[in-house]
Every structure is written in C-alpha cells, then in structure tokens.
T-cell receptor
Framework: DAGVIQSPRHEVTEMGQEVTLRCKPISGHNSLFWYRQTMMRGLELLIYFNNNVPIDDSGMPEDRFSAKMPNASFSTLKIQPSEPRDSAVYFCASSLGTPTSEAFFGQGTRLTVV | AQSVAQPEDQVNVAEGNPLTVKCTYSVSGNPYLFWYVQYPNRGLQFLLK??????LVKGSYGFEAEFNKSQTSFHLKKPSALVSDSALYFC????????????FGDGTTLTVKP
C-alpha cells in the first residue's frame, strides 16, 4: 500500500478563494482524521470519520470549514472563503477503527493564504 | 476528558548518550498510549504503543517506552542517541471508550548533537 495520500502537497491561494484538500486513506482503514498543525497551536484534530460518517467535528474552527467522506477511499476538507489565518499544514490520517490501532499520516498539505 | 502532557518543549542530548522524552497522561479507564515521530516536512510516523501487558514496550529505530500506571507516565527512551534521532516527538492517548479520537501532546523537539 502507498500509505495515506494527500493532494496537493503545497497550495498557495489568495484570501477569499475556495480551497479543497484531498485525502486517500489506506485501504481497509475505517477511521479517517483531519488535523491542522501550526507553530502557535500545535497539532489540532479538526474532524474524524468512522465508516465514512463524521463522528466528531468539534475541532472544525468555523463554518468556513467543511469535510466530506463520500466513500471509504476518499475525503475532502474544504475552506470557503479562505483567510490568511488558515495558513498551516493540514494532515490526513487513517487507522483501523479500534482504540488499539495506530494512525498512519499522510505527508500533509502546506496551505498558504495570502 | 483525556489529556496528555509533554512537559519539555526541547530535549538536548549528545550522540551516544541515553535519551528520555517525557509524557504523562490523564484518562479514565484503561489508556492506550502511543509515540509518534515527525521529521521536517513529513507527516507523523508511528513509533510504538502500549496496549496491555509488559510495561516496557519496544518499538522502531531502537526506541522503547515504559508505562507506569502509578505515575501515569509513558516516557520514551533510547539507550544511545543518534544524530538522526533529532526530530519532533508526540505522545498520544487513544481512549478506550471512544474508538476514534486520539489526544496528542504538544510535542517535544529532540536535538542530538554530535
């Protein structure tokens, strides 16, 4: 397996534009997580899915952020409209849906909003 | 609520010396504890985990961790540090009644000097 695949690796966009980040989890994993990492706030859990269903989105900062998982092999995180304070590295991770399972992280998407 | 604390932002050691990166946790019920490592411009990588059984857990790259229930700690250790061990290390706890969610510490930057 190629691991968790995220695209794009880098994204530079202007304030106000829509941004869509994509993630392909490891086949067979039924839990998927979106994290955001910044120097100021560290690693934050935004949302996670179990069997394609959003379980906890309490970490989503505001209504500008939305996430979907239409099937077991694909998820998106959308920011509309984007703002400079959204600049961060966004990670997708997947794991088996048991509490003893470790998470596998993608390489991340570095988002810069100017 | 579950929480993880990594009391040291930075740990500096000389190559060849033993290293310890500290982690304490707070969770009701049995904890499932994990260590991850993050190299620059990469996603987090799983190192090792404690689920049950032997309190000393061995993982990748010669790392090990000791689970101490009375002190609610799960410190990461390595007998002889390498310069290539320099990275950001995260401790995490995954709650056994909430299969999806993990709580991460703020991370500890390990620097190994030649």
């Amino acid at each position: 397996d190629a691991g968790v695949i995220q695209s794009p690796r880098h994204e530079v966009t202007e304030m106000g534009q829509e941004v869509t980040l994509r993630c392909k989890p490891i086949s067979g994993h039924n839990s998927l997580f979106w994290y955001r990492q910044t120097m100021m706030r560290g690693l934050e859990l935004l949302i996670y899915f179990n069997n394609n269903v959003p379980i906890d989105d309490s970490g989503m900062p505001e209504d500008r952020f939305s996430a979907k998982m239409p099937n077991a092999s694909f998820s998106t995180l959308k920011i509309q409209p984007s703002e400079p304070r959204d600049s961060a590295v966004y990670f997708c991770a997947s794991s088996l849906g048991t509490p003893t399972s470790e998470a596998f992280f993608g390489q991340g998407t570095r988002l810069t909003v100017v | 609520a579950q929480s993880v604390a990594q009391p040291e932002d930075q740990v500096n050691v000389a190559e060849g010396n033993p290293l310890t990166v500290k982690c304490t946790y707070s969770v009701s019920g049995n904890p499932y504890l994990f260590w991850y490592v993050q190299y620059p411009n990469r996603g987090l990588q799983f190192l090792l985990k404690y689920i049950t059984g032997d309190n000393l857990v061995k993982g990748s790259y010669g790392f090990e961790a000791e689970f101490n229930k009375s002190q609610t700690s799960f410190h990461l250790k390595k007998p002889s540090a390498l310069v290539s061990d320099s990275a950001l290390y995260f401790c995490a706890v995954r709650h056994n009644t909430n299969a999806g969610k993990s709580t991460f510490g703020d991370g500890t930057t390990l620097t190994v000097k030649p």
